[in-house]
């Protein structure tokens, strides 16, 4: 009996299932391929993936390889526990020497893709989870809603598969967010309840104990909230609550001390004397930063900066879908009875009161804290409440699905109002998707420092020989980092911190199976010293130094236009152009439709004359 085709109704149910599903990936993947360069900020935790994977975890003894970590020569600003950088390297390994092995991997720096890749893939699954949770709780409209306003924002999207502790601790924050919308349905077992309700308390703990301490800000007044709401009691939430912080420090503090032991003391952690403060690096962090305040070297802000300044810039489209429906919501708490409900969506009081008296708490906990540290320490980013957002989109999203499919009954003209609803909620969505347009467009030239190496490999002179090549500051802030030095081995005992290549100086892999393509022909030397000899043109002379990559041409006696060379004579006759980087250097009102962009060349390559 021949079995009969499936349907056409078949078919499109079960393709309508998969979008939704897919869509994060393939979001948040296409951001990672457009933009696969990193910044300084993102580096501590690239690195170290880079010497998981390069040198594995052999640390202890005298044929330890912990001498050759990136983070003993250059340490960060602050220290920054390594357990996320190991975990993700371990995750990406297999991976990564599977591509190797069948020869899908050629570079390094399709390893770095690759990391991120798997950082993106993380908070995609996260984020299924959620909406998958979502449907369950609100319906289908709402999900599509969530999925459409989040995926079509600028923000998480582009960063979810960057390297920066916020971002590698927000996959845990959005499943949190999804095991407690669960745990508050009326259906499921109390025990079941009780369990995901501990499993997110414990996780965002662990969060904010190892990764970014700001964390417990949204998660006490959550804990708070339950407790109120009687889903769990205090003595449940302490009980979690420890589990979570002695538990994940029992785990991340023997591996801290041992990779930041030998690095303390340093010239650039000059506050950082004492063993002691390693064992808890958030908490040092903590101190360093707001108590100390070293933040405000970073920058100053406002103490209104998240309300005017974070909020708006992250939600676009979705702010005024927000404010609709926190005011329908509070009217609706005051007794002003408001008749918003579409056929298919949840009533919008009952589904943003829900929402905010499980999160609002938290939301109000984080920026409101966050505001009052930022204006005492004198400086706030939008990624420190980037926690928050999939709050924001939620309640969004609730108000969205109730106006698509509002019925307007007793509205005159109902068929028109409904209509322009529609469009309306279409426009604000368009409206997300053309900001997220035009700041990819503008993102993906910011990284100059990443388009060094193609450069280089441009350069006849360097591929029949042994060269070094120097980076300074700017172009590792940029995107050079340890995956875009392509024609690198990994080192082998060396003190200096040229990082030397030469074949005399290689290690053999740690892993079974090499978690890095052998390195291109001929053998580079990198240098990223940031020593006396190699901050002036003549000590880099005196140095030997073949190529140098530097944004402050003018002290080689490198003239741009309307430049003025800054450098001697000397060396002038030292130093010649063999290359530039050109990048995004800065957007303004002018122009033709009011904005202008400037394109300019960011770094020079300067080769050794004779």
């Given at each position: 009996?021949?079995?009969?085709p499936p349907?056409?109704?078949?078919?499109?149910?079960?393709?309508?299932?998969?979008?939704?599903?897919?869509?994060?990936?393939?979001?948040?993947?296409?951001?990672?391929l457009?933009?696969?360069?990193?910044?300084?900020e993102?580096?501590?935790?690239?690195?170290?993936?880079?010497?998981?994977?390069?040198y594995?975890?052999?640390?202890?003894?005298?044929?330890?390889?912990?001498?050759l970590?990136?983070?003993?020569?250059?340490?960060?600003?602050?220290?920054?526990?390594?357990?996320?950088?190991i975990?993700l390297g371990?995750?990406?390994?297999?991976?990564?020497?599977?591509?190797?092995?069948?020869?899908?991997?050629?570079?390094?720096?399709?390893?770095?893709?690759?990391?991120?890749?798997?950082?993106?893939?993380?908070?995609?699954h996260?984020?299924?989870?959620?909406?998958?949770?979502?449907r369950?709780?609100y319906g289908p409209?709402?999900?599509?809603?969530?999925?459409l306003?989040?995926l079509s924002?600028?923000?998480?999207?582009?960063?979810a598969?960057?390297t920066?502790?916020?971002f590698?601790?927000?996959?845990?924050?959005i499943?949190?967010i999804?095991?407690l919308?669960?745990?508050?349905?009326?259906?499921?077992?109390?025990?079941?309840?009780?369990?995901?309700t501990?499993n997110?308390?414990?996780?965002?703990?662990?969060?904010?104990?190892?990764?970014?301490?700001?964390?417990?800000?949204f998660?006490l007044?959550?804990?708070?909230?339950?407790?109120?709401?009687?889903?769990?009691?205090?003595s449940?939430?302490i009980?979690?609550?420890?589990i979570?912080?002695?538990?994940s420090?029992?785990?991340?503090?023997?591996?801290?001390y041992t990779?930041?032991?030998?690095?303390?003391?340093?010239p650039s952690?000059?506050?950082?004397?004492s063993?002691?403060?390693?064992l808890?690096?958030?908490?040092?962090?903590?101190?360093?930063?707001?108590?100390q305040?070293?933040?405000a070297?970073?920058?100053?802000?406002?103490k209104?900066?998240?309300?005017?300044?974070?909020?708006p810039?992250?939600?676009?489209?979705s702010?005024?879908?927000?404010?609709l429906?926190?005011?329908?919501w509070a009217?609706?708490t005051?007794?002003i009875k408001?008749?918003f409900?579409?056929?298919?969506?949840?009533?919008v009081p009952?589904g943003?009161g829900?929402t905010?008296r499980?999160f609002?708490?938290?939301?109000?906990?984080?920026?409101?804290?966050m505001?009052?540290?930022?204006?005492k320490?004198?400086?706030?980013?939008?990624?420190f409440?980037?926690?928050?957002?999939?709050?924001?989109?939620?309640v969004?999203s609730?108000?969205?699905?109730?106006l698509?499919?509002?019925?307007?009954?007793?509205?005159?003209?109902?068929?028109?109002?409904?209509?322009?609803?529609?469009?309306?909620?279409?426009?604000?969505?368009?409206?997300?998707?053309?900001?997220?347009g035009v700041?990819?467009?503008l993102s993906?030239d910011?990284?100059?420092?990443?388009?060094?190496?193609?450069v280089?490999e441009s350069?006849p002179q360097?591929q029949?020989?042994?060269?070094?090549?120097?980076?300074?500051?700017?172009?590792?802030?940029?995107?050079?980092?340890l995956?875009?030095?392509?024609?690198?081995?990994p080192?082998?005992?060396?003190?200096s911190?040229?990082?030397a290549?030469?074949?005399?100086?290689?290690?053999?892999?740690?892993?079974?199976?090499p978690a890095?393509?052998?390195?291109?022909e001929?053998?580079?030397?990198?240098?990223?010293?940031?020593s006396?000899?190699?901050?002036?043109?003549?000590?880099?002379?005196?140095?030997?130094?073949?190529?140098?990559?530097?944004?402050?041409?003018?002290?080689?006696?490198i003239?741009?236009?309307?430049?003025e060379?800054?450098?001697?004579?000397?060396?002038?006759?030292?130093?010649?152009?063999?290359g530039?980087?050109h990048?995004?250097?800065g957007?303004?009102?002018?122009?033709?439709?009011?904005?202008?962009?400037?394109?300019?060349?960011?770094?020079?390559?300067?080769?050794?004359v004779?």
């Amino acid at each position: 009996m021949k079995s009969t085709p499936p349907s056409f109704a078949r078919v499109r149910r079960k393709l309508l299932n998969t979008l939704p599903n897919l869509a994060p990936f393939v979001v948040t993947f296409a951001h990672v391929l457009l933009s696969p360069y990193t910044k300084v900020e993102e580096s501590f935790t690239l690195h170290a993936v880079h010497d998981v994977l390069a040198y594995g975890l052999d640390l202890g003894g005298e044929g330890g390889k912990l001498a050759l970590w990136d983070h003993v020569t250059f340490p960060g600003a602050v220290p920054r526990s390594f357990l996320p950088p190991i975990i993700l390297g371990l995750v990406t390994y297999p991976f990564v020497a599977a591509g190797v092995a069948l020869g899908w991997i050629q570079t390094k720096l399709q390893v770095q893709i690759l990391v991120r890749l798997i950082l993106a893939a993380a908070f995609s699954h996260s984020f299924n989870h959620l909406s998958k949770t979502l449907r369950t709780r609100y319906g289908p409209a709402v999900r599509i809603w969530f999925i459409l306003l989040s995926l079509s924002s600028f923000h998480i999207p582009y960063y979810a598969g960057r390297t920066l502790p916020n971002f590698m601790a927000l996959p845990g924050v959005i499943l949190s967010i999804s095991l407690l919308l669960r745990a508050g349905t009326r259906t499921g077992p109390p025990a079941v309840s009780i369990r995901r309700t501990r499993n997110a308390i414990i996780l965002l703990t662990s969060l904010a104990t190892i990764v970014r301490l700001e964390i417990a800000l949204f998660l006490l007044p959550v804990t708070l909230s339950l407790v109120l709401a009687k889903r769990a009691t205090v003595s449940q939430v302490i009980r979690w609550g420890m589990i979570g912080g002695f538990g994940s420090l029992a785990v991340s503090a023997p591996l801290d001390y041992t990779l930041w032991k030998p690095t303390i003391p340093h010239p650039s952690l000059p506050t950082f004397t004492s063993p002691l403060q390693i064992l808890w690096p958030e908490l040092s962090a903590l101190h360093y930063n707001a108590l100390q305040g070293h933040s405000a070297e970073w920058g100053i802000m406002s103490k209104h900066y998240y309300f005017t300044n974070s909020l708006p810039k992250l939600l676009v489209g979705s702010l005024p879908l927000v404010a609709l429906g926190l005011g329908v919501w509070a009217l609706s708490t005051l007794g002003i009875k408001v008749a918003f409900a579409g056929r298919e969506g949840v009533k919008v009081p009952e589904g943003v009161g829900e929402t905010l008296r499980l999160f609002g708490l938290g939301v109000l906990g984080l920026i409101g804290a966050m505001s009052c540290i930022g204006h005492k320490a004198s400086h706030a980013e939008w990624r420190f409440i980037i926690y928050s957002l999939p709050v924001f989109h939620l309640v969004a999203s609730i108000t969205a699905a109730s106006l698509w499919s509002f019925p307007w009954t007793q509205a005159r003209f109902r068929s028109q109002l409904r209509k322009l609803t529609k469009l309306g909620l279409l426009g604000l969505l368009a409206l997300n998707f053309a900001v997220t347009g035009v700041m990819t467009f503008l993102s993906v030239d910011n990284y100059p420092g990443g388009e060094v190496w193609k450069v280089l490999e441009s350069i006849p002179q360097a591929q029949d020989r042994l060269i070094t090549i120097h980076f300074p500051s700017y172009p590792l802030q940029t995107g050079a980092t340890l995956f875009t030095f392509l024609h690198e081995r990994p080192r082998q005992g060396l003190t200096s911190p040229v990082t030397a290549t030469s074949g005399a100086s290689t290690i053999s892999s740690p892993w079974a199976y090499p978690a890095f393509p052998p390195p291109l022909e001929p053998r580079w030397i990198y240098s990223k010293s940031e020593s006396e000899e190699y901050s002036t043109p003549n000590g880099l002379w005196n140095s030997d130094v073949d190529y140098v990559v530097t944004g402050n041409w003018a002290e080689y006696g490198i003239i741009e236009g309307d430049d003025e060379a800054s450098g001697s004579a000397a060396d002038r006759r030292r130093w010649r152009l063999v290359g530039e980087v050109h990048g995004l250097d800065g957007v303004s009102r002018g122009g033709k439709y009011g904005v202008e962009i400037r394109w300019a060349r960011k770094l020079a390559i300067l080769g050794r004359v004779g």
